[in-house]
């Protein structure tokens, strides 16, 4: 199971910290990520982390504003979020796929429920 929190509501520019919390022995030991959903469009990778925390990957758009970091002893993940922009907005869903699967969302074994993030301008 993947619970996220962490979500809320910021004026464009400010930060939040997304947390998401593995629970499970399977889980725990799968890489962990972001995706994110704003209305009426597809849901879009944001970043990925490994098991251990010791890689990181992001999407094009998080470069320099979003980092992703993993707690193992709280079997938790972490998106940092600076800087948040309008378009930023959407909600934000916890992901996991066994290592070696595509990271994309229609290979995504294991979904949390999506916290809110909303910007305003």
């Known amino acids: 199971q993947l619970t996220e929190s962490g979500g809320g509501s910021v004026q464009a520019g400010n930060s939040l910290r997304l947390s998401c919390v593995a629970s499970?022995?399977?889980?725990?030991?799968?890489?962990m990520g972001w995706f994110r959903q704003a209305p009426g469009k597809e849901r879009e990778f944001v970043a990925r982390?490994?098991?251990?925390?010791?890689?990181?990957y992001g999407a094009d758009f998080v470069e320099g504003r979003f980092t992703i970091s993993r707690d193992r002893a709280r079997n938790t993940a972490y998106l940092q979020m600076n800087n948040l922009k309008p378009e930023d907005a959407g909600v934000y869903y916890c992901?996991?796929?066994?290592?070696?699967?595509?990271?994309?969302?229609?290979?995504?074994?294991?979904w949390g429920r999506g916290t809110q993030v909303t910007v305003s301008s």
């Open positions: 992901a996991s796929s066994p290592e070696g699967r595509r990271f994309v969302s229609d290979d995504i074994e294991y």
């Open positions: 499970g022995s399977t889980l725990i030991m799968l890489p």
């Open positions: 982390v490994t098991w251990n925390g010791t890689s990181t």
